[in-house]
């Protein structure tokens, strides 16, 4: 029987973590501890750049703008699904559902943006150092996040307007703890032969193309590294890096992890498990990556802090 484009539909259930009823609390709590520290770590980021002007460098402000996609990445999936598991509900509406997709992709894309913008800029300070401070000005720092972030707004626009003219059927129940795009085109009842190759179109041209040029960059850098006399130098120029790098290996591996996964197992436990990695975990463990071994971010925090101690309370 076709239902057609006139299917009425009011909501998913979201089943995620619904095989797991003795350890909902746990999760839970778990879920919430990870997000108020994913977002007020990030935050501390954000904070600690615009407060001192010694931060105030190409490579902590694409540092604050990935702080504060994080916040948001994060945010996009983590409260309703903790709002669910409060309510014993699994429930999100037709709306909330394409809206989800449509901030997930975007922000996962700017994610993975900042990240090439960032390696370019530490291609530009190790191995273009003269010309670093005239090619890394204001305007084109700026213009390269303006760029992300249209580019980031036309593939989760398109794609999630080509979800809104799929049909569905009956049976709503996504395997995960948000609306991943995947599952949700593929519970459609319409043919999404046109949404798959959007999709892997997309994978090809805004994840390999973006992960090609981080690793091109640290090739050249690597390349600039080991031409350093001194072994200071080299150092120095390495623990640069050193920050960036880890977070995209985070990043990359998760990502690769879950997909890999997917395709290894059905089981809606194990996908949504895995999500968990690049949903939560990395916009988590970003800030602590960027800030222990940081002296700069140390030393910002410690006069942010500091400078707000001395204010003392406001009597009136």
């Not at 998913?12 to 520290?37: A, N, R």
């Not at 800029?121 to 204001?138: E, G, K, Q, W």
Request: hydrophobic fraction near 45%; aromatic fraction near 12%; include cysteine.
């Amino acid at each position: 029987m076709d239902l057609g484009n006139d299917t009425q539909i009011s909501e998913f259930l979201l089943m995620g973590f619904s095989e797991t009823l003795d350890l909902q609390p746990f999760i839970f709590w778990l879920f919430l501890s990870m997000y108020l520290i994913t977002v007020f770590g990030n935050l501390l980021i954000i904070l600690a750049v615009i407060s001192d002007s010694h931060l105030h460098t190409p490579m902590y402000f694409f540092l604050s703008n990935l702080s504060f996609v994080d916040i948001c990445f994060t945010s996009t999936t983590i409260p309703k699904m903790l709002l669910n598991m409060q309510t014993h509900s699994k429930i999100i509406s037709y709306e909330g559902c394409i809206t989800q997709i449509h901030f997930f992709l975007l922000f996962a894309g700017l994610d993975d943006f900042l990240l090439t913008v960032m390696a370019y800029d530490r291609f530009m300070a190790i191995c273009h150092p003269l010309h670093y401070t005239v090619i890394m000005n204001s305007w084109h720092c700026g213009l390269l996040v303006l760029v992300s972030w249209i580019i980031g707004v036309l593939n989760s626009l398109s794609q999630s307007l080509m979800v809104l003219g799929l049909s569905f059927g009956t049976v709503l129940e996504i395997h995960h703890f948000f609306c991943e795009l995947n599952q949700v085109v593929h519970s459609a009842c319409s043919d999404t032969f046109l949404n798959d190759l959007v999709i892997y179109f997309a994978l090809g041209l805004l994840v390999a193309g973006p992960l090609a040029s981080i690793l091109y960059s640290y090739c050249k850098i690597v390349s600039s590294i080991r031409k350093i006399s001194s072994s200071r130098g080299k150092y120095k120029a390495f623990s640069t890096c050193a920050s960036h790098l880890s977070v995209v290996s985070l990043f990359y591996c998760t990502s690769l992890g879950v997909y890999l996964s997917s395709a290894a197992t059905h089981n809606s436990l194990s996908s949504a498990t895995a999500s968990v990695m690049y949903t939560v975990v990395t916009p988590m463990l970003n800030p602590f990556i960027y800030s222990l071994r940081n002296k700069d971010i140390n030393r910002a925090l410690k006069r942010f802090f500091g400078r707000q101690t001395r204010k003392g309370p406001i009597t009136p």
